[in-house]
């Protein structure tokens, strides 16, 4: 089983930073995805950024790509999502992810995902 626990919003400012940490227990196997993913009110949850857990490829939503960098600390089972440049629009309820799929793929859905935490809010201010 694994769990994840999302940790690092806040409100700040626009074109502020924030990290977000999910922290990440259980048994996480070579193959699997980990990803970010974000709510706002009225809207549907969206797909920010993913990283697969063994050769560290990436991806982005283009809505935060250049402005956010996804990296993962194995040793301390650990994922990050640096936000950089953030706008009012990224004002959401941010969701770390796990996918125990064996593909080399890097899922954008959010049911491609087995495991969630319960998400941290981000809040940017014009």
């Known amino acids: 089983q694994v769990q994840l626990a999302e940790s690092g919003g806040g409100s700040v400012q626009a074109g502020g930073s924030l990290r977000l940490s999910c922290a990440v227990s259980?048994?996480?196997?070579?193959?699997?995805?980990l990803g970010w993913f974000r709510q706002a009110p009225g809207k549907e949850r969206e797909f920010v950024a993913a990283?697969?857990?063994?050769?560290?490829?990436?991806d982005y939503a283009d809505s935060v790509r250049g402005r956010f960098t996804i990296s993962r600390d194995n040793a301390k089972n650990t994922v990050y999502l640096q936000m950089n440049s953030l706008k009012p629009e990224d004002t959401a309820l941010y969701y770390c992810?796990?996918?125990?799929?064996?593909?080399?793929?890097?899922?954008?859905?959010?049911?491609?995902?087995?495991?969630w935490g319960q998400g941290t809010q981000v809040t940017v201010s014009s």
């Open positions: 992810a796990a996918d125990s799929a064996f593909t080399t793929r890097i899922p954008h859905t959010s049911s491609s995902y087995d495991y």
């Open positions: 990283i697969k857990w063994s050769s560290s490829n990436t």
């Open positions: 259980g048994h996480i196997g070579s193959r699997y995805t």
